[in-house]
């Protein structure tokens, strides 16, 4: 008896040790994240003012996409692979992410949103909050296990403080590495960072004028066989929609990337193309994050048509190289999508358009737990078993392609020998 409390006190105390460390260690990182994305979305508010009160600022986007090619090319292609690069530092640790990273893709990304280029913002947030975390790898000394997880907390912290969505954004850091599998070692550390870090944007959002976007809750209608049977088809819907996404994306880049040797020209070539869109659609309902847009289909029908106009204009963006991210074009394309689908499928357009807003998202970037926990993040709880059928669905239905290449495949997403892709 004697022998075995020892024991169980010094078990008591490494673990007790465990938490203090990794509190402390996520409280720094979750003040360097959420400063960072609290200045970012300032930032991006007064480019998204500017621009839609200078519309002749839309045509200098191929000067813009040029400017932000030469940066990197200059300066960031040690960087080049964003969120992407800090996936692969998380698998396979090698090197510090440079802390030239956060600033790049800051100032990269408002250009981006000042003259027009339809991005999103969670890319630079993700890549803001894992450099700036990378950087007390050394100040501590952190062995390579630890290092994964202070990435993983540093990406889940950048999550969270963008949307304000701390359950989200700690599940986002530990579900976005590999398809199927999840890092429960990093939990801690990545709750503790999301939490903190979205109460550190709130903290600075009286000084800065800054606000999370507050959605509309769209009524829920009691669960049937029918509501059910839906939420099914449109998860399959969903789940396609992301996966031509991802591949688009993906495939224009790799195409730009044959044809245009020298890069600064692939994000002027995309800039011209989206500006002459502009101005023969007449319309800019396409451009930019396009919350307007996302709000507007959470409370009425829309033209069905919009969630194409939103997936060409940003498949052009990103895939010419212009910086931001995925994010939130998918929330757009989802909604508008679901807004489309509500009279198809006899359900409430609002209702579609909020599981619609997470199940494209879910599909491609394969995290249907961290989508689902968004949707009642935003929209409340009552939403949660319609919005977990719709992102499972839709995250089986979108094949083993994402948005993020270096996402591994932990395990298959069913148990048949055949996927949609590999």
Not at 239 to 268: C, D, E, I, N
Not at 354 to 372: D, E, M
């Amino acid at each position: 008896m004697m022998t075995r409390r020892p024991a169980f006190l010094a078990a008591l105390a490494d673990l007790l040790l465990h938490l203090v460390k990794w509190l402390l260690i996520a409280f720094a990182v979750a003040v360097l994240a959420g400063t960072a994305s609290a200045a970012f979305l300032f930032a991006l508010d007064w480019a998204t003012r500017t621009r839609l009160a200078q519309t002749w600022l839309l045509w200098l986007l191929p000067v813009a996409g040029f400017a932000v090619g030469w940066l990197y090319l200059r300066y960031g292609s040690k960087v080049e692979g964003g969120a992407n690069m800090l996936i692969d530092e998380i698998h396979d640790p090698k090197n510090i992410i440079p802390l030239r990273m956060a600033p790049l893709v800051l100032g990269a990304t408002v250009v981006s949103h000042l003259f027009g280029a339809s991005v999103g913002r969670e890319g630079t947030a993700v890549q803001m909050g894992g450099a700036l975390a990378d950087q007390l790898t050394r100040l501590f000394r952190l062995k390579n296990e630890d290092r994964r997880i202070i990435l993983m907390a540093g990406i889940s912290a950048g999550f969270a403080s963008v949307f304000g969505t701390p359950l989200a954004g700690a599940i986002f850091g530990l579900e976005v590495l590999a398809i199927g599998r999840l890092r429960y070692e990093a939990m801690l550390p990545c709750l503790a960072a999301a939490v903190i870090a979205d109460q550190v944007v709130l903290l600075w959002g009286p000084l800065l004028h800054i606000a999370h976007t507050h959605y509309a809750v769209p009524p829920i209608p009691a669960i049937s066989a029918w509501t059910l049977g839906a939420m099914v088809i449109a998860g399959v819907l969903f789940g396609v929609t992301g996966k031509v996404f991802a591949q688009a994306t993906h495939g224009l880049s790799g195409l730009m990337k044959r044809w245009v040797a020298y890069p600064p020209l692939r994000p002027l070539a995309g800039g011209l193309a989206v500006a002459l869109a502009v101005w023969l659609l007449g319309t800019d309902r396409y451009i930019g994050l396009g919350i307007p847009t996302i709000v507007d289909a959470l409370k009425g029908p829309l033209p069905a048509h919009d969630f194409l106009g939103k997936m060409a204009f940003t498949i052009v963006s990103l895939g010419t190289g212009f910086k931001g991210g995925e994010v939130t074009p998918l929330f757009y394309i989802g909604a508008t999508l679901g807004n489309a689908l509500g009279p198809l499928l006899h359900q409430p357009v609002t209702l579609l358009a909020a599981i619609g807003f997470v199940a494209v998202f879910a599909g491609a970037a394969n995290t249907p737990i961290a989508s689902t926990l968004m949707a009642m993040e935003l929209f409340g709880a009552e939403l949660g078993v319609y919005a977990a059928i719709a992102c499972v669905v839709a995250y089986l239905f979108s094949g083993h392609a994402g948005i993020y290449r270096a996402q591994r495949g932990g395990h298959a997403k069913r148990t048949a020998s055949k996927e949609l892709d590999t």
